[in-house]
């Protein structure tokens, strides 16, 4: 079962497509498993979800924030 972080990631990647479409570059409040508003900055939005969430996880995070992967290598030793 999903913690409410994971419900949160859940909601931001589902959401990115249309907030990127709408907003482009921002960043966003994720609460509740949806889309609260965006920002400009990140200090703007901490500061809304700390008055409006103070007892709840949120997901802050910028629309054109990259992932970083590690890559998976398979090694194979031959006998």
Do not use: C
């Not at 008055?51 to 990259?66: G, M, Y």
Request: glycine fraction near 4%; charged fraction near 30%; proline fraction near 5%.
């Amino acid at each position: 079962m999903p913690d409410a972080l994971d419900k949160q990631i859940e909601a931001f990647d589902r959401l990115l497509p249309s907030i990127r479409k709408q907003k482009g570059g921002t960043w966003v409040v994720i609460a509740r498993g949806e889309l609260q508003d965006t920002f400009t900055d990140f200090s703007k939005a901490a500061i809304y979800a700390e008055e409006h969430f103070p007892d709840e996880q949120v997901l802050i995070r910028n629309t054109e924030a990259k992932e970083e992967f590690a890559p998976f290598i398979l090694m194979s030793v031959a006998d």
